[in-house]
């Protein structure tokens, strides 16, 4: 079942919804459990050591696995933010590039740099934000190859402007190339069910108390479902760099857009 539906809702309600799953199931569990609990409990005996000591040993463990998979997901977040960088940064540098390049070839480059650009802002991202690669990219870039390669150096510095053309080019390429592979990255399914089923038995751990003071027990049962819940809130809503609303968006190319490519066509004096 495809659980991409969950990253169209703000992050306030996916957020509220995650904590009300885990305290329905923590308080659930606390108010069906007492009476079985009472009977495994004596007055001249109680199992709340056994179970404390049994508690501090899951959570520290399960608290370790929760917090190296964080890292994980931040480092991959990050990254995926990094390439995004690195891609439109290349692809300024190529459109600065091209600018020296001789008429007529000059302007179809650019228009065609400007096309990707623009076609990375409108059309690949908001299909990466589904989960989703367009593959529109790949064949404007193949039309700026085929230009280029029609292009043929007439002095030493336009055959070294040509090479560095090129080489940023192939650059752009293999920059797209680690960004969409990013586009489906995320905890495997087996990671998953080991973080919810060792959040699921943390709180299970719980209803085993047996204590005279019964607010005390229920604020404890809420305040760790509700803990559990943010976390993993926080965990799914970094998982996949590009969906949701805290996701890695297109603004470093929209910068080289605005900031680059138009400014270019307004500076640019008539017939240059």
Same mark, same amino acid.
């Given at each position: 079942?495809?659980?991409?539906?969950?990253?169209?809702? !703000?992050?306030? @309600?996916?957020?509220?919804?995650?904590?009300?799953?885990?305290?329905?199931?923590?308080?659930?569990?606390?108010?069906?459990?007492?009476?079985?609990?009472?009977?495994?409990?004596?007055?001249?005996?109680?199992?709340?050591?056994?179970?404390?000591?049994?508690?501090?040993?899951?959570?520290?463990?399960?608290?370790?696995?929760? +917090?190296?998979?964080?890292? /994980?997901?931040?480092?991959?977040?990050?990254?995926?933010?990094?390439?995004?960088?690195?891609?439109?940064?290349?692809?300024?540098?190529?459109?600065?590039?091209?600018?020296?390049?001789?008429? !007529?070839?000059?302007?179809?480059?650019?228009?065609?740099?400007? #096309?990707?650009?623009?076609?990375?802002?409108?059309? =690949?991202?908001?299909?990466?934000?589904?989960?989703?690669?367009?593959?529109?990219?790949?064949?404007? @870039?193949?039309?700026?190859?085929?230009?280029?390669?029609?292009?043929? !150096?007439?002095?030493? +510095?336009?055959?070294?402007?040509? =090479?560095?053309?090129?080489?940023?080019?192939?650059?752009?390429?293999?920059?797209?190339?680690?960004?969409?592979?990013?586009?489906?990255?995320? @905890?495997? /399914?087996?990671?998953?069910?080991?973080?919810?089923? /060792?959040?699921?038995?943390?709180?299970?751990?719980?209803?085993?108390?047996?204590?005279?003071?019964?607010?005390?027990?229920?604020?404890?049962?809420?305040?760790?479902?509700?803990?559990?819940?943010?976390?993993?809130?926080?965990?799914?809503?970094?998982?996949?760099?590009?969906? /949701?609303?805290?996701?890695?968006? !297109?603004? =470093?190319?929209?910068?080289?857009?605005?900031?680059?490519?138009?400014?270019?066509?307004?500076?640019? #004096?008539?017939?240059?």
């Amino acid at each position: 079942m495809n659980m991409y539906w969950v990253y169209d809702m !703000p992050n306030w @309600l996916f957020g509220s919804l995650t904590i009300a799953v885990f305290l329905a199931i923590g308080l659930g569990g606390y108010f069906g459990s007492r009476e079985w609990v009472r009977s495994l409990h004596h007055e001249s005996h109680s199992y709340n050591d056994i179970v404390g000591f049994y508690f501090g040993a899951l959570t520290v463990l399960y608290g370790i696995t929760l +917090g190296l998979l964080m890292v /994980g997901v931040w480092s991959n977040f990050s990254d995926t933010d990094q390439r995004v960088s690195r891609e439109a940064a290349t692809l300024s540098v190529l459109f600065h590039d091209i600018s020296h390049y001789p008429e !007529p070839i000059r302007s179809k480059l650019q228009e065609g740099l400007k #096309e990707y650009c623009w076609n990375v802002i409108s059309v =690949a991202w908001p299909q990466q934000r589904k989960g989703t690669i367009s593959l529109s990219g790949r064949l404007i @870039l193949r039309r700026v190859e085929d230009q280029l390669t029609s292009f043929e !150096p007439s002095t030493y +510095g336009q055959m070294a402007l040509h =090479a560095e053309a090129f080489r940023q080019f192939n650059q752009l390429r293999e920059e797209r190339r680690a960004r969409l592979d990013s586009v489906r990255t995320g @905890l495997s /399914g087996n990671l998953w069910a080991l973080v919810l089923i /060792g959040a699921f038995i943390n709180v299970a751990v719980t209803w085993f108390f047996h204590t005279k003071d019964t607010n005390m027990h229920f604020w404890m049962t809420a305040l760790l479902s509700s803990l559990l819940g943010l976390m993993i809130f926080l965990l799914a809503a970094m998982d996949h760099p590009y969906l /949701g609303n805290l996701s890695v968006g !297109p603004d =470093a190319f929209q910068v080289v857009y605005d900031q680059t490519m138009q400014t270019y066509d307004q500076t640019a #004096e008539p017939g240059k």
